[in-house]
């Protein structure tokens, strides 16, 4: 069994401040993906990375995928109270399958 | 609109009373699956389904069945719920083999007394 750990678990910080969420693994996966999720709706996807060191961007928010494909990260820039959230990792851990990772709650005051 | 519609929102039962939670999606997706939320656990697999009558074990199937009759459709079945089973449950698809991710439905909180 794969171990996938997310960190932090718990984030408060204020309105325009910048964050990093972590995830990590001992494995190697083909692809990942980052999920949003807000209290009483289902996970929403916001990108899948697939190549070693690769960057995507998604308006304030930037992602990386590490070079050896064991690691992840989420930075956001300024954050907006519209941010909050739980963020969720989830590499491909089988053909077509996520392993989701517990998850970091974010919380921005205004 | 692209959508997985599960059914019902909401659900308080007894021990024992079987129950069915329905999934459906509009998209044409062969992947379908169910996950379990809880706190501190995360998302749990419970089944998934590869196409039509394709099923196999998720990480937490026991006490849960599943079926796949039709593409567009995933029960989830409870034949005799514990309240262990008490959980926010997902419904989720996917194309096989691409990027798009998994779509999920808006959940089912089950309470079983």
């Known amino acids: 069994t794969q171990l996938l750990e997310q960190s932090p678990q718990f984030l408060s910080i204020q309105e325009g401040e910048n964050l990093t969420v972590y995830c990590n693994s001992s494995?190697?996966?083909?692809?990942l993906q980052w999920y949003r999720q807000e209290p009483g709706e289902g996970p929403v996807l916001l990108v899948t990375?697939?190549?070693?060191?690769e960057v995507k961007k998604l308006k304030r928010l930037t992602f990386q995928f590490g070079d050896a494909r064991k690691d992840s990260s989420l930075h956001i820039t300024a954050a907006q109270p519209g941010d909050t959230g739980l963020y969720l990792c989830?590499?491909?851990?089988?053909?077509?399958?996520?392993?989701f990772g517990q998850g970091t709650i974010l919380t921005v005051h205004p | 609109e692209a959508q997985v519609t599960q059914n019902p929102r909401y659900l308080i039962t007894v021990t024992g009373k079987k129950l069915t939670v329905t999934c459906s999606q509009n998209?044409?997706?062969?992947?379908m699956s169910w996950y379990r939320q809880d706190p501190g656990l995360g998302l749990r697999q419970i089944y998934y389904?590869?196409?039509?009558?394709?099923?196999d074990k998720g990480d937490v199937p026991e006490g849960y069945k599943v079926s796949r009759k039709e593409k567009r459709n995933f029960p989830l079945i409870l034949e005799s719920p514990s309240p262990n089973q008490t959980s926010l449950y997902f419904c989720?698809?996917?194309?096989?083999?691409?990027?798009?991710?998994?779509?999920f439905g808006s959940g089912t909180r089950l309470t079983v007394v």
């Open positions: 989720a698809s996917s194309l096989l083999g691409g990027e798009g991710g998994y779509t």
């Open positions: 494995s190697v996966f083909s692809s």
């Open positions: 990375v697939v190549t070693g060191g």
């Open positions: 989830a590499p491909e851990t089988s053909y077509g399958k996520l392993t």
């Open positions: 998209m044409n997706h062969e992947y």
């Open positions: 389904s590869m196409n039509v009558e394709v099923t």
